[in-house]
C-alpha cells in the first residue's frame, strides 16, 4: 500500500544522495571557489530536509531554524567572496 | 515620500507574514515599528524613488510573475535534460547585451532575472551592458544575443520602472 | 481532503529529482562557471517547489500556527539571496582568474579588458 509518506521518505532518500554527491564536489574541488559552491548546494538542501523534519515532527520552530540558517548562509557566501576577492 | 511609503509597505508584509494574525494589538505594534524602521533606514535613500505605482503597474507585476515563473521552468527543463544526457552536451560562452532599462532598480531585477533563470547568469554590469555567461551559446553578437535573452523580461520592466 | 496530502508529497518528490539532478550537474560539469549554472540555480526552483510540497503535506496543521507564512518568507528570501550570493561569487572567480573550460566558445568580457572597455578591479 503505498501512501504519501512513502513518497515523502523516497524524496528525503533522493535528497540524501545529492548531499552526497555535493559531499564529493566539496572535498574535491580543485579551487576553492568550487568548495563555497559545493557548499552553497549543500545549504539548500538542508534547507529543504529541515523544513521536511519540522512538517513531520509538526514543530514550527524548526521552521525559523531554516530561515536562519539560509541568511547565515548568504552571509557567508558574500563574506568569502569578498575574501577571495580583496582579502577582507 | 515614495520611498518612505514603499518601504513601510515592505516591512509590513514581511511583520504580517512572519505573525500571521490580523489582530488589532499586533496591527498596531506593526505599523509603530515599521514607520519608525522607515524613517531611521530610508529618510535620505533613493532606493525606490523609480517605482510606478499605477494600478496598470500593479497589474503588471503579477504578469511579470507569471513569464519569469514560466521562463523558470522552461529553463530548469533545459538545463536537466543537458546534466541527464550522457554526452553532456553544452557549449559555454559570455556574450554581451545592452538593455534599455534606464532605472538602477530596473537593471537589479533583470540582473536578478537572468541570474535566477538556469543556464544563464550575469556576470559583469557596466552602465547599460550586462556580460553574460550562457551555457548554450547560440548568437555572439549583441543584437541577437538581446533579443534572446533581455527583451522578454524588458517589456514588462518597462512599464514597472521608469 | 486526502489529495492535498497526495499533491504534496508528489511536489515534494519532484523538488527532490530537481535537487538531485543539479547535485549530479555540480559533479559532471568540468569549469566552476558551469558547475554554478547547474548546482546553485537549479536548485533554486526544487526548493521552492519542496517548500510548497511540504506547506500542502502540513495542510492539517494549518491552524495550529502560521506554515503558510513561514513558507513564504522561506521562497521570498531564497529568490531574493540566491542570485545575489551567486553572482558576487562567479564575479570573484573571474578576476581572480580561475580558468574557464577549452570548450567555452567566446569571451567578450576578455576581449572588452584587453581594449580597455571594462577596468578590472583593483586588489588591495
Redesign the interface.
Known amino acids: 500500500m503505498i501512501s504519501p509518506d512513502t513518497l515523502v521518505f523516497v524524496a528525503v532518500a533522493m535528497m540524501t544522495i545529492a548531499l552526497l554527491l555535493a559531499m564529493i564536489r566539496f572535498s574535491k574541488g580543485p579551487s576553492i571557489v568550487d568548495r563555497v559552491v559545493a557548499f552553497d548546494s549543500l545549504t539548500i538542501t538542508t534547507l529543504v530536509i529541515i523544513s521536511i523534519v519540522a512538517a513531520l515532527s509538526n514543530r514550527m520552530i524548526y521552521f525559523d531554524v531554516a530561515i536562519v540558517y539560509g541568511l547565515l548562509s548568504f552571509i557567508g557566501v558574500i563574506v568569502v567572496a569578498k575574501y577571495i576577492q580583496k582579502g577582507l | 515620500m515614495k520611498n518612505l511609503f514603499v518601504s513601510f509597505v515592505v516591512l509590513m508584509i514581511a511583520w504580517l507574514l512572519l505573525n500571521w494574525t490580523l489582530d488589532p494589538i499586533n496591527l498596531l505594534i506593526g505599523s509603530g515599528l515599521s514607520i519608525a524602521l522607515s524613517f531611521i533606514f530610508c529618510s535620505k535613500c533613493e532606493l525606490f524613488t523609480s517605482i510606478n505605482l499605477t494600478p496598470k503597474a500593479f497589474l503588471y507585476t503579477f504578469l511579470y510573475l507569471g513569464v519569469f515563473l514560466i521562463e523558470l521552468i522552461k529553463a530548469n527543463i533545459d538545463v536537466t535534460k543537458r546534466v541527464l544526457s550522457p554526452s553532456l552536451p553544452i557549449n559555454p560562452g559570455i556574450v554581451k547585451v545592452k538593455t534599455r532599462l534606464k532605472s538602477k532598480m530596473a537593471r537589479l531585477i533583470l540582473a536578478d532575472s537572468i541570474t535566477l533563470t538556469p543556464g544563464t547568469f550575469t556576470l559583469q554590469v557596466e552602465g547599460d551592458t550586462f556580460y553574460i555567461h550562457w551555457i548554450n551559446v547560440e548568437h555572439t553578437d549583441v543584437e541577437t544575443a538581446t533579443k534572446e535573452l533581455v527583451s522578454k523580461f524588458e517589456k514588462y520592466l518597462e512599464v514597472l520602472y521608469d | 481532503m486526502?489529495w492535498i496530502?497526495?499533491l504534496?508529497?508528489?511536489m515534494?518528490?519532484m523538488?527532490?529529482?530537481?535537487?538531485?539532478?543539479?547535485?549530479?550537474?555540480?559533479?559532471?560539469?568540468?569549469?566552476?562557471?558551469?558547475?554554478?549554472?547547474?548546482?546553485?540555480?537549479?536548485?533554486?526552483?526544487?526548493?521552492i517547489v519542496?517548500?510548497i510540497g511540504?506547506g500542502l503535506?502540513?495542510y492539517e496543521?494549518w491552524g495550529?500556527?502560521?506554515?503558510?507564512?513561514?513558507?513564504?518568507?522561506?521562497i521570498i528570501?531564497?529568490?531574493l539571496?540566491?542570485?545575489?550570493?551567486?553572482?558576487?561569487?562567479?564575479?570573484?572567480?573571474?578576476?581572480?582568474k580561475?580558468p574557464?573550460?577549452k570548450?567555452?566558445?567566446?569571451?567578450?568580457?576578455?576581449e572588452?579588458i584587453n581594449n580597455n572597455?571594462?577596468k578590472e578591479?583593483e586588489?588591495?
Open positions: 486526502e496530502k497526495w504534496g508529497a508528489v515534494l518528490l523538488g527532490a529529482f530537481s535537487l538531485l539532478v543539479s547535485a549530479i550537474g555540480l559533479l559532471r560539469m568540468p569549469d566552476v562557471y558551469n558547475r554554478v549554472q547547474t548546482g546553485t540555480k537549479a536548485s533554486t526552483l526544487g526548493a519542496s517548500f511540504v503535506y502540513q496543521n495550529d500556527g502560521n506554515w503558510v507564512g513561514r513558507v513564504l518568507v522561506l528570501f531564497i529568490l539571496t540566491n542570485p545575489v550570493s551567486s553572482h558576487v561569487l562567479m564575479r570573484a572567480a573571474y578576476f581572480m580561475v574557464l573550460t570548450l567555452t566558445k567566446t569571451d567578450k568580457l576578455k572588452d572597455i571594462v578591479p586588489n588591495e
